[in-house]
């Protein structure tokens, strides 16, 4: 047996032996997979192997497209049976919003370079004449996905990576898994112990027994799903070619092709069944398990797969499929590292395994032996959850993904399946005030207020709140607003070392003064950005970060994991500890004067500085800084004391027509602004040049995490630029495809409308010709070219006069 290992994965199912396979092609071979039964023995072997193109997130389509590239290949790349049929796919849509979601995947098909069509009635009956079309107005007829033998694939990729010098072990389980003294893993078997650099949880529906070990979690809900195989079928059996694979609102369903047989897979909406309830985990002795079939449970949506496949009811069952499919709550795969344990590993949480599982081990694999990945990880970083993602939470989460499989959410729509799980302690007063709320990390933040019970029409178009959210603006541009946004990150960093710890860590120079306020980036050693901070100086020795919401248990990794052992330093995280305020607006300082001592004019706080104050009588860090670009401040409180400081600087701003405010209208006015957003222009994919940040680069600083590939990197054809949209009725909002002509040179990062300049704006990825100002392209929006000018500068306030004012 093997004793010693790089890195040990524990699982053998499709996304172990993926995430092997491709950490071999990145050139990393000493590697063991551990597995405790056969390979493909837990949720693989059993799966109906549909690999569809169609998928709501662009940068999870670009892990199908690389899946569907890899798989036609596989069977000549490893001499391993791989039975893959390349049937295309036809989605169907039933109305107005399914049409406008596949326009949307239309533009993803563009940039990432997988063939879509949307293609009307006469053509989808020439692809399936067996269909009824009840109902459907249009759909997406894509050519390089299908489906494969699920066994096969994820054998032909342990023997892929076993021919490139990584081992397999089967029948033996992990037990546990210790950190040594030294930072490496004991990685117990029963059959001996390996030490390990690196682990990797690809354990699928065990990955939570697995994450336990090591006193983690991986939020997880294994959902029992169900398909039939019918008897075969005269009509497939007189018809050469094989009809796409079949996805269907209606029926929420998939159905498709089995050989002469037909198949159908459905995904009910009640009453639905978690695997191994109540403990939610199979057995370790588990093993090709699959549960007792439930076909009253299920038979109405297989009735309306038979409305739309008329030819399947008269068939008869030949074998039922009743097995286990791990889910997220938010529905993305775990990839990444887990939170607060280094060199442990997350390769888990996939409901779509074998669609996933090609270019999940791909872009995992780049990530763990390059420190970044090609494609965004940000939504597959496993620390996008936090405690607050508990077995209930993710239960609720979990039953709303699999109900809503073939729903398409249309923008902004949010569901309040497991909420609330994080509230301020304003969140009952703001919603009496008709704040609608939106969840992020389990927060719940104003997303627009309701002041007349309207619902909103979510819609790719502008909308029925289109008006409210220009309200709010004016109310932030003209006289005073007020926003409730305590889910910031925060952090608390002091010690002796804290000024030349953050030095190092951050690409730009921390504040020097106290009261000072810097905008800090942290790269990767690649130089790619990984994060956002504002930094502020408390003291000599005392700083208060702030990063993203989202960006917590990632930022603290990167801060707790980054500090050397002989350097005095104490990071706390503080984001529950404190509440934030923004008072934002011209009258803003006339409403803060009223209820503090502290002097608030130029000269005794300037922008971009922060003091330790009180108003209201309650102990606040303000800082004045603005994301909505006018004169304003974040109030920082403890937590507790946010009702009394709200209800005085509510009552204070009366007299100034003081008005609540959310996130839409912040996102209009940092667009207006030109500030770009972690996440969406600042990420893993791009260094500070190529997303136009050199001024957060202080490359005088002799050294920091990151310099030396900044400045030395080739360069690439990447550049974020800036553009006003001649866009109609409807702004981009990412994932679009910018066009020069006929071809695609570059996709939409983010997009809003801008009230106060009434433009429509957006930031987007091109190659650094199109960059100059002045340059025209166009962005295909809702399958349609509109035309986008690249600015030479924020369309609101350039020179910043407001916020200094």
């Known amino acids: 047996m093997k004793t010693n290992a790089r890195i040990v994965v524990v699982g053998g199912g499709m996304m172990g032996t993926s995430l092997l396979y491709h950490l071999a092609l990145e050139g990393c071979s000493d590697t063991l997979l551990i597995e405790k039964s056969e390979l493909t023995s837990g949720s693989t072997w059993h799966a109906a192997g549909q690999c569809p193109s169609i998928t709501g997130s662009y940068n999870l389509a670009k892990i199908h497209a690389y899946s569907n590239q890899l798989y036609p290949r596989l069977e000549a790349l490893t001499g391993q049976y791989v039975s893959w049929h390349p049937a295309g796919g036809l989605r169907l ?147 050469g070619a094989e009809i796409p694979v079949m996805r269907d609102s209606y029926s929420s369903a998939y159905f498709r092709q089995e050989q002469k047989s037909g198949l159908m897979g459905v995904y009910e909406d009640s009453p639905l069944r978690e695997a191994w309830a109540p403990q939610g985990h199979p057995a370790w002795e588990s093993s090709n398990e699959l549960f007792p079939d439930d ?50 590993w997350m390769c888990c949480g996939t409901s779509f395994g074998i669609a996933q599982g090609g270019g999940c081990g791909k872009y995992l694999a780049q990530w763990m032996l390059h420190g970044d990945a090609e494609i965004n990880m940000t939504e597959f970083d496993p620390r996008r959850f936090g405690k607050f993602a508990d077995e209930t939470y993710t239960r609720d989460k979990v039953f709303l993904d699999y109900r809503t499989t073939y729903t398409t959410r249309r923008p902004g729509e949010e569901e309040p399946d497991g909420r609330p799980r994080k509230t301020s302690p304003l969140h009952e007063k703001l919603r009496a005030q008709g704040a609608v709320h939106t969840e992020t990390f389990g927060w719940e933040r104003p997303k627009w207020f309701s002041l007349d019970g309207r619902v909103e029409d979510y819609s790719y178009q502008r909308n029925n709140v289109f008006e409210f959210i220009r309200d709010e603006v004016a109310a932030v541009h003209e006289r005073v607003g007020l926003l409730d946004l305590s889910g910031f990150a925060k952090y608390d960093i002091s010690g002796p070392h804290a000024e030349a710890f ?28 990984q994060g956002e901070m504002t930094l502020s100086r408390l003291g000599d020795n005392r700083f208060y970060a702030l990063s993203a919401a989202a960006a917590e248990l990632r930022d603290f990794d990167w801060l707790t994991q980054s500090t050397p052992a002989d350097e005095t330093l104490h990071i706390e995280n503080v984001s529950e500890q404190f509440g934030v305020l923004v008072l934002s607006g011209p009258r803003s300082r006339e409403a803060l004067a009223q209820l503090t001592d502290a002097r608030l004019g130029n000269d005794e706080f300037r922008w971009l500085t922060a003091r330790e104050i009180s108003v209201a009588g309650q102990p606040v860090r303000a800082l004045r800084v603005s994301y909505v670009g006018e004169l304003g401040w974040e109030l920082h409180a403890p937590m507790a004391s946010l009702p009394a400081l709200y209800d005085a600087l509510w009552n204070s701003g009366r007299a100034f027509g003081i008005a609540n405010y959310g996130l839409y209208a912040v996102n209009g006015m940092r667009m207006e602004k030109g500030y770009k957003a972690w996440g969406a222009e600042l990420t893993n994919e791009l260094n500070m040049l190529e997303a136009d940040m050199p001024r957060f680069i202080d490359l005088n600083k002799s050294e920091f ?56 704006l957006a930031f987007a990825c091109v190659p650094p010709q199109f960059s100059a100002a002045g340059t025209t392209f166009d962005l295909l929006i809702q399958g349609e070219s509109r035309r986008a000018t690249v600015l030479a500068e924020p369309a609101f306030d350039p020179g910043n006069l407001r916020m200094r004012a």
């Open 93 to 239: 849509a039933n109305n107005a919003h399914e049409l406008a979601w596949l326009k949307q995947v239309y533009g993803y098909s563009k940039s990432i370079d997988f063939h879509m069509e949307i293609v009307g009635l006469d053509e989808i009956k020439r692809l399936n004449p067996f269909l009824t079309l009840d109902q459907v107005i249009a759909a997406a007829h894509t050519t390089d996905d299908g489906h494969g033998d699920p066994s096969g694939l994820c054998n032909a990729l342990a023997k892929g990576a076993r021919d490139l010098g990584a081992t397999v072990m089967r029948h033996n389980r992990v037990v546990d898994i210790r950190r040594r003294p030294g930072g490496d893993w004991d990685v117990v078997t029963e059959q001996g112990t390996v030490i390990a650099e690196i682990v990797v949880n690809a354990a699928g529906c065990h990955a939570r027994q697995v994450a336990a070990m090591v006193g983690g979690d991986a939020p997880i809900t294994n959902m029992q799903h169900h398909y039939i195989v019918t008897h075969p079928i005269q009509a497939f059996i007189d018809r």
């Open 295 to 344: 076909l009253d449970r299920i038979a109405p949506w297989l009735e309306r797969v038979i409305e739309r496949m008329p030819i399947f009811g008269d068939a008869g069952i030949r074998k039922v499929i009743n097995g286990a499919i791990p889910h997220t709550p938010d529905g993305a795969p775990l990839l990444g590292p887990a939170p607060g344990l280094k060199d442990f």
């Open 502 to 529: 953050l030095n190092r860590l951050c690409a730009n120079r921390v504040p020097r003064k106290i009261g000072g306020i810097g905008l800090v980036h942290l790269l990767s050693p690649n130089g790619r950005i």
């Open 705 to 760: 995490v990151g310099k030396s590939a900044t400045v030395n990197q080739a360069a690439r054809p990447l550049k974020i630029v800036y553009a006003e949209v001649d866009a109609g009725d409807t702004d981009a909002r990412g994932g679009e495809p910018v066009l020069h002509g006929t071809e695609c040179i570059g996709v939409v990062t983010s997009g809003a409308y801008g009230h106060r300049v009434r433009k429509s």
